[in-house]
Structures are given as structure tokens and as C-alpha cells.
């Protein structure tokens, strides 16, 4: 089993001169320890429900690069990448930049993004909920094309670009491998089965907080043989709520929240032996 760590917070410590030596720490002892990834999230503000928007956040495609120098090991990539934020041709050379630097560790998540008050804003569009799940399927495509050996045009609905060139080429082939966050099971779902390696679901209803109905399952499995796929177990998602761990993806990987500073090694082994012992 791998075990990745997910860094959500930088308020811990509170000086804003020690989030850069406590990011590079808590990095280098997971990259020693054997935590095969590390995740950021793609937010400008806090996430409300995990403290206010006022705390301190990173943007996270900068971080990511400032931590390609600092570690070997580790994939490196956005939990889940907003795909309001960055036009995809940009994109695709983002991910591109930060595997070609890792010595090919990037990797792309991508979803819908839902942020609104971070949005509205910093002046980022704020389009309805259904373009958004379009933009997110056009910017797949760009990003799967601009790591393929076709450098043609590429024209949708949202966007349209006159080559897709991409030089040099990602590191890992056939390309970064692509996850999808989101919850919905009538577009993430199938967008996961035609484009994606790996998922981040949501086990809860933003709004109601209901647990997810079961029939998902069936419908999950009907989406994947519908995409030209075969029946498989459904993927669990990555992580849970900030503050607990989730349970593994296909039983493969698992993230491990920090919801504290990791920086001391035993509270790292800690949390990585409340999750299984190294890797498969």
C-alpha cells in the first residue's frame, strides 16, 4: 500500500516567515520516510469549513515546484486542481513544467472547482454549475492531445486553440497520470472512467450531508462498461474531511490529512503506521 500527505493548512506555525522552512521539513521527512505522494490544494482563501478565509494559502503550483528541489522521491501534484483558473493550454504546460523538474513526478487532479467567494473575488469567472463540468471535460482532452503525439488544433465549445504543441514532453509516459475530484455521479463519474487514473470522491452531499446512496455503486460500474471499460471494483476516494484519514483508493493508496505539524519524524511514522506499514 502507498501512502500520500496531504498539506491543506499553512497555519501552523502562526509567523508567516516559518511556513517556507516548515513546508520544506514536514517534505523532506515524508520524501525520507517512504510516503510515495504529496498533495496542495488549489485554493487562493481557507476552505470555510476548515477555518476562515483569511488564514494563510500558497498557490499551488509554485509550491509544488519549490518542493520538486527539495525532495527525490515523491509524485508531486493539486488535490484537486480548479479548472476555472488556468486556461488548459497553460495547464498542460504547468503539469508538464513540474514533471520535467521532478524528474517525473507531476501529476494532475483536476475538478469542477465549487470556491465561489475565492472566485468572485480575485475576478476568476464564475460560470454555471453545467459549463463548468463542460470546461472540465474540454480541458481533459486539451491536456491528454497537448501530451500526445498530435500537435493539431483543437477546437470545442468552451475553448479553442490553433496547436497543441508541447515541448519538451512530459517525463512520464504515456503522460502525468490525470486524477478527477468531484462527487456527482452523473458527469464525474463518467468523466473518470473515459479520461482519469485515479479519483477523489466525495462520501457526503455538500448540502444535506447525507451519506452517498448505494445504487452508486451499480451506477458507477454501468458508467465504466458504457466508456469501453470492464467491471471493477468502484474506487474509494483519497481522503476525508480534514482531521481524519481516509480509507484507500482501490486499496492502494491512502492520503494522510495534516491536520497538525508533521515536522517531528515520530508523529509522521505515527501516522503512517495507523495506516498500514510501507508500501505493496
Known sequence: MNLGLHYWTFSTPTETAAIGPTLA???????????????????YF?????????????????TLGYLAALTRRMTLGVLVTGVMYRYPGLLA???????????????????????????RALGVP??????RFERLEETLQICRQMWSDNDGPYDGRHYHLAETLCSPRPLTQPHPPILIGGGGEKRTLLL????????????FRARQHRPVP????????ARHQRAGGHARPTPR?????????GRAATQRHRLIPLTA???????LLAARARCGQGRA
Not at 25 to 43: K, L, P
Not at 192 to 203: G, I, K
Open 25 to 43: 521539513e514536514t517534505a523532506r521527512i515524508a520524501d525520507d520516510g517512504g510516503i510515495a505522494s504529496f498533495t496542495v490544494m488549489d485554493h
Open 46 to 62: 481557507q476552505m470555510e469549513q476548515a477555518g476562515s478565509a483569511d488564514q494563510p494559502m500558497l498557490e499551488a503550483y509554485t
Open 93 to 119: 504546460k504547468i503539469v508538464t513544467t513540474l514533471d520535467v523538474l521532478s524528474g517525473g513526478r507531476g501529476r494532475l487532479g483536476i475538478g469542477a472547482s465549487w470556491y465561489e467567494r475565492e472566485q
Open 126 to 131: 464564475v460560470v454555471p454549475v453545467p459549463e
Open 192 to 203: 473518470l472512467a473515459r479520461y482519469a487514473d485515479a479519483c477523489n470522491l466525495f462520501a
Open 214 to 221: 448505494r445504487r452508486r455503486t451499480a451506477v458507477r460500474q
Open 237 to 245: 476516494r483519497l481522503h476525508n474531511r480534514p482531521g481524519r484519514t
Open 261 to 267: 505539524n508533521l515536522t517531528r519524524p515520530e508523529r
